[in-house]
């Protein structure tokens, strides 16, 4: 099946930094999602991306479906203690005939310190 | 106002005992989805429906079960074949369409063995 490799695992960072994740693919993806998990819930969808190079923000978030259709990029700016969380990614890969399955990256989880 | 409620929140689990997971949504969404979560893993797909009476297996559909008598709802059955069911238990739904429609998820459900 497809796989997705995303990095890094874990972060921690100061609060008030920019962060920066990404996800790779072994195939062509043409949907790109990214999504936020805090502990005991479900993800919450924060950005979705549709046609490479395509650059979409949300507040402080800022996603990129890279060029090659094989990558996606996350990033945070001047991050506060509420974003501590898991971060996925999640691509749909190209079909022509149209699939209803997601591939998950095993998530980046990111730790604020004051 | 309109979401995808899962219940229980913790359900126990006896040996040999079947369990069933409920998820309802309002959303008026065609496409259901069931998802396994394993500590320090992204989401593996079990169980997809996109349409009423229609199901197909995911990438872990062993040990399952599922249902779409109604639109609004999508009961997952971990069986006694499911030797490791211990996990966070994801219930998601879609618009129907390419496969470029977003999920949007519920607030799971932890499944664990007595």
């Known amino acids: 099946g497809q796989q997705l490799n995303q990095s890094p695992q874990s972060m921690f960072i100061q609060e008030g930094e920019d962060v920066s994740m990404n996800c790779t693919s072994s195939?062509?993806?043409?949907?790109w999602l990214w999504y936020k998990q805090d502990p005991g819930e479900g993800p919450v969808l924060l950005i979705a991306?549709?046609?490479?190079?395509e650059l979409t923000s949300n507040g402080r978030l800022t996603a990129q479906f890279g060029i090659t259709r094989k990558d996606s990029f996350l990033n945070i700016s001047a991050s506060i203690p509420s974003d501590v969380g898991i971060y996925f990614c999640?691509?749909?890969?190209?079909?022509?005939?149209?699939?209803?399955?997601?591939?998950f990256g095993k998530g980046t989880k990111l730790s604020v310190i004051p | 106002d309109g979401g995808i409620t899962q219940s229980p929140k913790y359900l126990f689990r006896k040996e040999g005992q079947n369990v069933t997971l409920s998820c309802e949504q309002n959303?008026?969404?065609?496409?259901m989805y069931w998802y396994r979560q394993d500590p320090g893993q992204g989401l593996r797909l079990i169980y997809y429906?996109?349409?009423?009476?229609?199901?197909q297996k995911g990438d872990i559909a062993e040990g399952y079960s599922v249902s779409r008598e109604k639109k609004e709802s999508f009961p997952l059955t971990v069986t006694s074949a499911q030797k490791n069911p211990t996990a966070f238990y994801l219930c998601?739904?879609?618009?129907?369409?390419?496969?470029?429609?977003?999920?949007?998820f519920g607030d799971g459900t932890r499944l664990s063995i007595l």
């Open positions: 998601a739904s879609s618009m129907a369409g390419p496969s470029n429609q977003p999920q949007h």
């Open positions: 195939s062509i993806f043409n949907t």
């Open positions: 991306l549709y046609k490479a190079g």
């Open positions: 999640a691509g749909s890969p190209y079909s022509g005939a149209g699939s209803y399955q997601l591939t």
């Open positions: 959303l008026n969404h065609d496409a």
């Open positions: 429906s996109q349409i009423v009476n229609d199901f």
